[in-house]
């Protein structure tokens, strides 16, 4: 159960929509609509390459990679991004592609928090514009965004090279700070208005992205964001 209260923070809003603008809820992925990870992703992939022994070799390559994702993560999501993908270096596009269904169907659908469809609802009802902005690539968030019936979307996105991912992103490169500057680009260029706004994130590393709406509130949040929500009084949500 959501528990959230739109009503009281938005009337007199809808009153005057003709002469104002119109509000979006942003939302977070990973960890806040859904339990999976990047590294679930990375993981799913590194079983399926195109030998058994190439698979073994990337499977303990990212079990092994583990504990230094967790430090760097902590440490700069930059560091991250440049560790992490660097993972797919080699990687055919094609096959990526070609298995990303299959990841939906067996990794992420079944990891959605059972709040987040009720979230979404409300969110719609209330005639807010849906728009998910992920670290996450692009190929493993369409086949859920079409679930969720959300088609305002932004991802991470490899680079490719003859069909071949060079383990680079391009950019812009989605985490942190970067998304709170699309967020105030995109609600210029689309006429949204930032005070009427929601944002919905479990980490602490997108509190900028918190900090630029009216209606910051926190999912499954961790520690940090659990306190930085408390002393703001901003809504903590539990979607598990």
């Known amino acids: 159960m959501v528990a959230i209260d739109f009503t009281p923070r938005i009337i007199g809003v809808w009153k005057v929509q003709e002469e104002?603008?119109?509000g979006a809820a942003f939302y977070d992925l990973e960890g806040t609509l859904v339990s999976t990870n990047l590294v679930?992703?990375?993981g799913f992939y590194?079983?399926?390459?195109s030998t058994l022994l190439q698979s073994f070799t990337k499977s303990a390559t990212t079990f092994l990679s583990l504990p230094v994702f967790a430090v760097t993560d902590q440490y700069s999501r930059k560091v991250f991004n440049d560790l992490y993908f660097k993972r797919y270096k080699g990687q055919s596009e094609d096959r990526l592609r070609y298995f990303a269904q299959e990841l939906f169907d067996d990794v992420i659908k079944p990891a959605v928090f059972p709040g987040s469809y009720e979230l979404i609802e409300k969110s719609k009802s209330l005639g807010l514009r849906?728009?998910?902005?992920?670290?996450?690539l692009d190929l493993s968030v369409k086949p859920?965004?079409?679930h969720l019936e959300i088609t305002e979307f932004v991802t991470?996105?490899?680079e490719f090279v003859n069909g071949v991912a060079t383990g680079r992103l391009l950019p812009p490169v989605m985490a942190a700070a970067t998304k709170a500057s699309w967020i105030r680009t995109y609600s210029e260029r689309e006429g949204i208005s930032l005070s009427d706004s929601y944002a919905y994130t479990d980490s602490m590393s997108d509190l900028p992205m918190l900090s630029v709406v009216g209606h910051p509130a926190a999912v499954n949040p961790d520690m940090r964001l659990r306190q930085t929500a408390l002393h703001h009084d901003w809504p903590i949500l539990d979607l598990k």
């Open 144 to 146: 859920l965004m079409d």
């Open 40 to 42: 679930h992703t990375l």
């Open 130 to 136: 849906q728009v998910v902005i992920t670290g996450a």
């Open 46 to 49: 590194a079983k399926r390459q």
């Open 156 to 158: 991470n996105r490899l």
């Open 20 to 22: 104002s603008l119109a």
